[in-house]
């Protein structure tokens, strides 16, 4: 496929240079610019894929310095670096660190809507005469054909795609705008692609690749596991003995000395909560969820990172793109949702690489609210009703689209659900949302009836897969193994020998498991395998007596592998 056009000589062209050649530079640029001693595992390979003109899908723990990848790449490749991130914050907070090396490093420049049309217009003029080097821009805004042909004219070197994961319909913060991104790479020339992330288990990795039309896709994974960070979890049998839990240990940890940390509570109401509990006993304590204003968030983002603050007690809406290295302890008043939201969130801790703490402060019944979170498949008929509303207005004459409050008034629906309908409509390529959120039918839709049938069909196997996340979460908080054992399993990656760093190695319950390389094992890690009712699936953790695996249709299973041998349950496939 094409790529953008590069110098002749080899010394100004990496991508012909010579891979010592290669080398030598991104080594220089790194110290020179960045300040770097020496590189974190994975990401010097990345470099050099990446320079070297290779798709490349990176997968590094948080706080491993991926945005150092493109960083870098951008510099040494000739042309721009268009980065696509999922949030406006995260955007500005990368333009600002490039601002401060953008002397070496190239200007930066964002492309969002909270900025004017002449800023907007501005941005993109930057990136056609060079002044910009790194353009951030939200995947929304990829949905406007002069955006796409405006990018395309620069004839950019690289394409960033940021949390990956979240192109895939088994990451666990999936989002239908990272589906077009594909396209847009084809239009762009194909570029050399980069995919980054924190938390891939194989077949999110392998369906990254797949979304995103990269080709011989060089993938980097660094190890998942952060030994730095203890696991521990606080077993409690009623609310009240939770709640006092979460105090204890917030107050424990900060009373000798081991803040500051951040408290995760499922919802805005258990924020207040915990974080007046805490105040009220004397520690710096503050709330953080999506209902407060933009001001209030703001202004507990800044009182965290210049340390005015002991705990922020959060919703996930708290951590992406706020990188303090020196949390200490996260605390889970509640599980989290599945096991990759859990690692991406306790990895907010000890980025410092000192001794910190996880504890998921636990109580069976909590897992019930997991389970209705994720639970909600929509009826067909709200579905065809939707669908037909934006094909109607398509055929009144309505260029403009359907907003979501002309969609609410014809409705009756709330903006949450009828923001999940849409976006099923979307997977099955029944509509086309545009940044804005306007509804228009997409290039050879289904009828809705049709749509409505496929849209309730891929609920379904969405809500399978989302009850076993949350199953598997289950199985984190009540295992008596060793907790990195499980942990680094479900990511398919074997320990063979328990961490000594969890509750459970403390406390003695911990064995030894066989490791994927065991030819005693019969099902090794990452095994293609179908199953007699659920179908195919891939291997992800293997212990003395039980088999994990990840099925396409219902999600995790663990298997007892005594069942599975005698009956035949799984075969290994090509």
């Known amino acids: 496929m094409p790529r953008a056009s590069t110098p002749s000589s080899a010394d100004d062209n990496p991508a012909g240079a010579s891979a010592s050649v290669r080398t030598r530079r991104i080594r220089q640029f790194a110290r020179e610019v960045l300040g770097y001693d020496g590189f974190r595992p994975g990401q010097e390979r990345a470099m050099q894929s990446v320079v070297g003109g290779r798709d490349t899908l990176a997968v590094l723990p948080s706080g491993a310095g991926k945005t150092a990848i493109y960083q870098v790449a951008g510099h040494l490749l000739d042309g721009p670096v268009v980065v696509v991130s999922p949030l406006i914050a995260l955007q500005r907070d990368q333009v600002e660190r490039l601002a401060e090396l953008a002397d070496q490093a190239g200007a930066a420049a964002q492309l969002n809507s909270t900025l004017s049309a002449a800023d907007q217009r501005e941005a993109l003029d930057g990136l056609r005469d060079g002044t910009v080097r790194f353009l951030f821009l939200a995947p929304e805004q990829l949905t406007k054909p002069d955006v796409v042909d405006a990018v395309a004219e620069t004839k950019p070197a690289l394409f960033v795609v940021d949390e990956a994961h979240c192109v895939s319909a088994w990451g666990h913060d999936f989002r239908p705008d990272y589906l077009r991104l594909g396209g847009v790479i084809e239009q762009l020339g194909h570029p050399t692609a980069l995919a980054l992330t924190a938390t891939a288990a194989p077949p999110v990795r392998a369906e990254i690749v797949e979304q995103l039309g990269m080709v011989d896709a060089e993938i980097v994974?660094?190890?998942?596991?952060?030994?730095?960070?203890?696991?521990?979890?606080?077993?409690?049998?009623?609310?009240?003995?939770?709640?006092?839990?979460?105090?204890?240990?917030?107050?424990?940890?900060?009373?000798?000395?081991?803040?500051?940390?951040?408290?995760?509570?499922?919802?805005?109401?258990?924020?207040?909560?915990?974080?007046?509990?805490?105040?009220?006993?004397?520690?710096?304590?503050?709330?953080?969820?999506?209902?407060?204003?933009?001001?209030?968030?703001?202004?507990?983002?800044?009182?965290?990172?210049?340390?005015?603050?002991?705990?922020?007690?959060?919703?996930?809406?708290?951590?992406?793109?706020?990188?303090?290295?020196?949390?200490?302890?996260?605390?889970?008043?509640?599980?989290?949702?599945?096991?990759?939201?859990?690692?991406?969130?306790?990895?907010?801790?000890?980025?410092?690489?000192?001794?910190?703490?996880?504890?998921?402060?636990?109580?069976?019944?909590?897992?019930?609210?997991?389970?209705?979170?994720?639970?909600?498949?929509?009826?067909?008929?709200?579905?065809?009703?939707?669908?037909?509303?934006?094909?109607?207005?398509?055929?009144?004459?309505?260029?403009?689209?359907?907003?979501?409050?002309?969609?609410?008034?014809?409705?009756?629906?709330?903006?949450?659900?009828?923001?999940?309908?849409?976006?099923?409509?979307?997977?099955?390529?029944?509509?086309?949302?545009?940044?804005?959120?306007?509804?228009?039918?997409?290039?050879?839709?289904?009828?809705?009836?049709?749509?409505?049938?496929?849209?309730?069909?891929?609920?379904?196997?969405?809500?399978?897969?989302?009850?076993?996340?949350?199953?598997?979460?289950?199985?984190?908080?009540?295992?008596?193994?060793?907790?990195?054992?499980?942990?680094?399993?479900?990511?398919?990656?074997?320990?063979?020998?328990?961490?000594?760093?969890?509750?459970?190695?403390?406390?003695?319950?911990?064995?030894?498991?066989?490791?994927?390389?065991?030819?005693?094992?019969?099902?090794?890690?990452?095994?293609?395998?179908?199953?007699?009712e659920w179908g195919h699936g891939v291997v992800m953790r293997v212990e003395d007596d039980r088999v994990t695996v990840l099925f396409d249709e219902v999600g995790y299973k663990t298997l007892a592998l005594a069942a599975v041998l005698e009956h035949d349950l799984l075969r290994t496939r090509a």
């Open 221 to 532: 994974v660094a190890g998942f596991d952060r030994p730095e960070i203890r696991l521990e979890v606080d077993h409690h049998a009623d609310a009240h003995g939770k709640d006092q839990g979460v105090l204890d240990r917030v107050l424990a940890e900060v009373g000798e000395g081991r803040g500051p940390g951040i408290v995760y509570s499922a919802t805005r109401r258990g924020t207040e909560d915990v974080a007046t509990a805490l105040a009220d006993r004397g520690l710096r304590a503050r709330h953080y969820h999506a209902g407060l204003k933009k001001a209030d968030r703001e202004d507990t983002q800044r009182a965290w990172m210049d340390d005015e603050l002991d705990v922020v007690v959060a919703t996930t809406a708290f951590g992406m793109g706020i990188d303090k290295p020196g949390t200490r302890f996260v605390v889970h008043a509640e599980p989290a949702d599945s096991i990759d939201s859990y690692y991406q969130e306790i990895g907010r801790a000890g980025r410092d690489g000192d001794p910190a703490l996880a504890v998921l402060v636990y109580r069976q019944e909590d897992l019930g609210l997991r389970r209705f979170f994720a639970a909600g498949t929509p009826a067909e008929e709200e579905l065809q009703q939707v669908a037909g509303l934006v094909q109607a207005a398509a055929a009144a004459g309505m260029d403009d689209g359907v907003d979501v409050k002309e969609l609410r008034e014809e409705t009756g629906r709330a903006a949450t659900p009828l923001a999940r309908d849409l976006n099923l409509l979307e997977q099955v390529s029944a509509v086309v949302l545009d940044e804005e959120g306007a509804a228009f039918p997409a290039e050879g839709a289904p009828s809705p009836a049709a749509a409505a049938t496929q849209a309730r069909q891929l609920a379904e196997h969405h809500e399978k897969v989302d009850q076993s996340r949350v199953e598997m979460m289950r199985g984190y908080a009540e295992t008596t193994e060793c907790r990195r054992q499980f942990l680094l399993g479900y990511f398919g990656e074997q320990l063979d020998e328990p961490c000594g760093n969890c509750d459970n190695c403390s406390a003695g319950t911990a064995q030894e498991h066989p490791g994927a390389d065991d030819h005693d094992t019969p099902f090794p890690v990452e095994t293609p395998v179908e199953h007699t």
